[in-house]
């Protein structure tokens, strides 16, 4: 029995996540997740005994707690700058990788559930989308936005964010996500103005 390694562990999780952002649920194996990490392919299975369904997970969770990280902290210095600091790490994720990342999250939202595994993923991608709303709304509601309103605009920076990272992905270009956060930054600042 190989002794537990949990950098190794963590790499996988961490190659997973990124394989998720560029290629997609489907097209990230176990396979080619060892070989990515540079990992043995048994070592993946004895970190993940369930297989894809676990790794995927975990990926999915590893992701959305480093982007929460980040939201959570710019978010102390108010709402404007949280978003801020939001739309500017995915903007940084589709300009650094030349259009051929986005969001780990989404990615494997979108998937049709037709399998455990993606079932399994999916209900963490909906804890992490819960979560980065939470946190927006919260940060709102802390500077004098009604919770209604405020859950409504965490809800629409979200989505307006996922949807301007697939257009500029799409079109391989940055100017509308650029676009979607300048109006993303004018209706923050008119609501808490």
Same mark, same amino acid.
């Given at each position: 029995?190989?002794?537990?390694?949990?950098?190794?562990?963590?790499?996988?999780? @961490?190659?997973?996540?990124?394989?998720? &952002?560029? &290629?997609?649920?489907?097209?990230?194996?176990? &396979?080619?997740?060892?070989?990515? @990490? &540079? *990992?043995?392919?048994?070592?993946? %299975?004895? %970190?993940? =005994?369930?297989?894809?369904?676990?790794?995927?997970?975990? @990926?999915? +969770? %590893?992701?959305?707690?480093?982007?929460?990280?980040?939201?959570?902290?710019?978010?102390?210095? +108010?709402?404007?700058?949280?978003?801020?600091?939001?739309?500017? /790490?995915?903007? +940084?994720?589709?300009?650094?990788?030349?259009?051929?990342?986005?969001? =780990?999250?989404?990615?494997?939202?979108?998937?049709?559930?037709?399998?455990?595994?993606?079932?399994?993923?999916?209900?963490?991608? *909906?804890?992490?989308?819960? /979560?980065?709303?939470?946190?927006?709304?919260?940060?709102?509601?802390?500077? +004098?936005?009604?919770?209604?309103?405020?859950?409504?605009?965490?809800?629409?920076?979200?989505?307006?964010?996922?949807?301007?990272?697939?257009?500029?992905?799409?079109?391989?270009?940055?100017? =509308?996500?650029?676009?979607?956060?300048?109006?993303?930054?004018?209706?923050?600042?008119?609501?808490?103005?």
């Amino acid at each position: 029995m190989s002794k537990s390694n949990p950098e190794t562990r963590e790499r996988l999780v @961490a190659t997973a996540a990124d394989m998720l &952002r560029r &290629r997609g649920l489907s097209a990230t194996s176990i &396979r080619e997740l060892a070989k990515a @990490a &540079r *990992a043995p392919l048994g070592s993946t %299975y004895h %970190y993940f =005994p369930e297989g894809k369904k676990q790794v995927v997970t975990e @990926a999915v +969770g %590893y992701a959305g707690e480093k982007v929460s990280s980040i939201l959570k902290g710019a978010l102390e210095e +108010g709402p404007v700058t949280g978003v801020e600091a939001f739309l500017r /790490l995915w903007l +940084g994720v589709i300009v650094d990788t030349d259009f051929n990342a986005g969001c =780990p999250i989404i990615s494997v939202a979108l998937v049709e559930p037709s399998s455990n595994e993606v079932e399994a993923a999916q209900v963490e991608a *909906a804890k992490v989308l819960d /979560l980065w709303e939470a946190l927006i709304s919260d940060s709102l509601q802390k500077h +004098g936005v009604e919770a209604v309103r405020a859950n409504r605009l965490a809800t629409t920076i979200i989505a307006s964010t996922e949807g301007a990272l697939a257009i500029s992905r799409a079109k391989r270009d940055a100017a =509308p996500f650029e676009r979607v956060a300048q109006q993303l930054r004018e209706l923050l600042e008119s609501e808490l103005a």
